[in-house]
């Protein structure tokens, strides 16, 4: 074994928030394989490298996670640096501990190099600290979204008591998680934002309700979204509302 691996994140999209340590590794990549939501402005920078697409989107066609452990384990025989850049950061929602357990049970080094994960880029985008004095104590990232085989976690317990919730891969099920909040007791006034493609030019953004949470999943388009639930939203709705409702008018 001569190679090393690199798990990356290439963070939420923009190519300016990828690390400088990201940035030189992928300079010196012999070989990438990357996730089908990263940048290819952020994959350009990999002038010398072999590009391998091992993307997983929503209803499209994904490379199997076990197939993907054994390219990176037979390219760390072959080359010296091989870099698995992820979205966001490489140890959230990313599947990252299957690669590194199967890298390392194989004899070959790994290393990690964090990225800005979507909640913070979304935190960014919207000017709201996901944190408050007074307000939010306490952040909570989670999924509903469970693999092949998963049994149910406890994210909807988590996400009913936790002062602020980012809701990863929720958009497509706005409803369903919606109702199940509510039914938890989280209260149905609670704010909600809908943030699509943050950090990017073609960033969206749309203020709510946990109850009309099924609302704000309409507007999204075809990027990645993420959900943001919690008081911290409040003023921030308040004044985005006005502002949409004041387009509107003026449009
Ligand atoms: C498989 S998870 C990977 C998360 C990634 N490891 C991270 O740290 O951001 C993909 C989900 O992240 C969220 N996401 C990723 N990039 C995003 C972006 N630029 N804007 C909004 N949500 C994003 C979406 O919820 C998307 O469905």
């Known amino acids: 074994m001569t190679g090393t691996v690199y798990l990356v994140g290439a963070g939420p999209g923009a190519p300016d928030l990828l690390t400088l340590r990201a940035a030189r590794l992928l300079e010196s990549a012999d070989i990438v394989f990357h996730d089908a ?6 994959l350009a920078l990999a002038g010398k ?15 199997a996670q076990a197939f993907i452990n054994k390219q990176l384990i037979d390219s760390a025989r072959k080359h010296d640096v091989i870099v698995r850049l ?3 950061d490489p140890m959230l929602f990313g599947r990252a501990q299957e690669e590194i357990d199967a890298l390392v049970g194989s004899g070959v080094d790994v290393e990690v190099v964090p990225g800005i994960t979507a909640a913070l880029a979304a935190s960014a985008s919207l000017k ?19 693999g092949k085989a998963e049994k149910a976690g406890n994210w909807l317990d988590t996400a009913a008591s936790a002062d602020t919730v980012v809701i990863y891969m929720g958009a497509g099920e706005a409803a369903a998680i919606a109702n199940a909040l509510i039914l938890q007791g989280r209260p149905a006034s609670t704010p909600a934002a809908m ?37 911290v939203l409040r003023d921030r709705a308040r004044a985005g509302s006005q502002l949409s409702e004041w387009v509107r008018k003026a449009g």
């Not at 490298?49 to 490379?63: D, E, F, I, L, P």
């Not at 709201?128 to 469970?146: E, K």
């Not at 699509?196 to 075809?222: C, P």
């Open 37 to 42: 939501l990263v940048n290819p402005e952020i």
């Open 49 to 63: 490298a072999k590009m391998v697409a091992v993307g997983k989107r929503c209803g499209k066609h994904s490379t």
């Open 86 to 88: 992820k979205g966001g």
């Open 128 to 146: 709201v600290s996901l944190t408050r004095r007074g307000i939010a104590r306490n952040v909570a990232f989670v999924t509903p979204r469970i």
């Open 195 to 231: 943030i699509e493609s943050a950090s990017l030019s073609d960033e969206q953004w749309h203020f709510g309700t946990l109850a009309g949470l099924a609302e704000l999943a309409g507007l999204v388009g075809t990027g990645p979204a993420i959900i943001v639930l919690g008081e």
